[in-house]
């Protein structure tokens, strides 16, 4: 075997955690499994939650074991900060040409004892904390990644030469360049996760422009116990918020943003960050502007209940648009459907917007398999087999299909697996047939 060439039963695209689950339930039947991360850590849009509903549980404390049994498991091979740039069918199976981006540090070397991170000099905004604190130019994803490797950043690295002296293994290497090799593997599951739409999109809540308006994801970091504050407070002028308000819908069923289409969760998400709030600000006040709550999955309509009781405020209207208002605060202009109705607005510390979801990746150009109209991966048999694509030996897991939630992202990523597994099997009888 080439050495820039592996070759292995199952291909999974993704290392999020319905990657993670597919590759894990394939693994534990004795097959040789190759994850493909894009970023520099494993674990996905999960990782980055601070809790899960209905249950409230950790979500950390549920995905890292997951991430830590893949990454030690014997017959799972992951590989991180690596792109697929081309998926080709063969006889009997595919050939993935992928591309792993420079790190600019060894990853046989590092130890990720940070000692190259603690002696940079270059604070840059971290993506990870929602852009409210800074990392350095240098740096260990977070810090509970797997691997704990460092990535340098070369668009904000001053190339002052700090890390590379301090590094204890000398792994610290500028001249890094992409390594490009091909995995071969009968069969592949994509589960390659959603984006959000960005906030800049929306004019009427204010390109992003406004200040102590912010996504629903940076509320996760800011309500995370190892959060940026350790506390919830406004970005803007750091000062604890008396008034929150979510605007629900703020990119999904809406044809300007291109998202006609319902993203299934942001009821509920928003709904759990509105009770940890109240856990977080006793003294707060919460208001959820909403058109209607969808809350269809197990125990989901008994937790909208129990946050009602709680204290939290649900108002039936269309929100118009945001504007500044006084010391910091937002005004929310908006239309009341309730019984009194009417063209009314209202100001809230924080404006927290639930944004609508989008496919994280597009396979065309890089492989056969079709997109449906929302540009999500097509199902072929969505009842029946929501986990077929329409090339055989390829198989979609969790969100990639379409926005769902953690629950059934994990029951997905099974039924793909076991998909997968099946196909492998036949193929394998097959092959010894003809032998």
């Known amino acids: 075997m080439a050495e820039n060439k592996m070759t292995f039963d199952a291909l999974v695209v993704g290392g999020g955690i319905a990657g993670l689950q597919a590759a894990l339930d394939l693994a534990d039947q004795e097959f040789k499994v190759a994850i493909v991360e894009r970023d520099a850590s494993i674990g996905g849009k999960m990782i980055r939650l601070s809790k899960v509903f209905p249950t409230l549980d950790c979500a ?63 604070y840059v905004a971290d993506p990870e904390q929602g852009g409210f604190s800074a990392r350095k130019a240098i740096f260990v994803p977070f810090s509970n990644a ?147 709550i969808r809350a269809f999955g197990k125990g989901y309509e008994q937790f909208y209940q129990n946050a009602k009781a709680m204290g939290i405020q649900f108002v039936k209207a269309k929100v118009a648009r945001l504007t500044e208002g006084e010391n910091g605060a937002v ?4 239309e009341s459907q309730e019984a009194d109705g009417g063209v009314t607005s209202a100001e809230h510390d924080l404006v927290v917007l639930s944004l609508g979801m989008v496919p994280d990746w597009n396979p065309a150009g890089y492989c056969e398999v079709s997109t449906a109209s929302d540009g999500f991966i097509r199902s072929v048999k969505p009842k029946l087999a929501p986990t077929l694509t329409d090339t055989e030996g390829i198989f979609v897991a969790g969100a990639a299909a379409g926005p769902k939630d953690i629950v059934d992202s994990i029951a997905e990523a099974g039924a793909a697996a076991m998909s997968a597994a099946e196909y492998l099997t036949v193929l394998n009888s097959r092959r010894r047939a003809v032998a």
């Open 331 to 334: 005004t929310v202009h908006y």
């Open 60 to 122: 950390s404390c549920i995905t890292t074991p997951k991430m830590a049994s893949a990454a030690h498991h014997e017959n799972i091979t992951i590989f991180t900060y690596c792109e697929m740039k081309r998926l080709q069918k063969l006889a009997g199976g595919f050939s993935a040409s992928i591309q792993q981006k420079p790190r600019f540090v060894d990853e046989l070397k590092c130890i990720g004892c940070r000692q190259c991170e603690y002696e940079c000099p270059v």
């Open 146 to 292: 797997i691997p704990q490797v460092a990535v340098l950043d070369v668009e904000n690295c001053m190339l002052c030469g700090k890390c590379e002296k301090v590094c204890p293994t000398k792994a610290v290497d500028y001249l890094q360049q992409p390594k490009d090799f091909s995995i071969e593997a009968k069969t592949v599951i994509l589960a390659t996760g959603i984006g959000i739409t960005p906030l800049e999109n929306k004019v009427q809540y204010g390109e992003g422009k406004i200040p102590n308006v912010i996504t629903a994801l940076q509320m996760e970091r800011l309500l995370a116990p190892h959060g940026p504050y350790n506390r919830v407070l406004r970005p803007a002028d750091g000062m604890e918020p008396d008034s929150i308000a979510y605007i629900q819908c703020a990119g999904s069923r809406d044809k300007s943003m291109g998202v006609p289409y319902c993203s299934r969760v942001c009821c509920m998400y928003a709904i759990k960050q509105a009770m940890l709030l109240s856990g977080a600000l006793p003294l707060a006040d919460v208001t959820i502007y909403y058109m209607d």
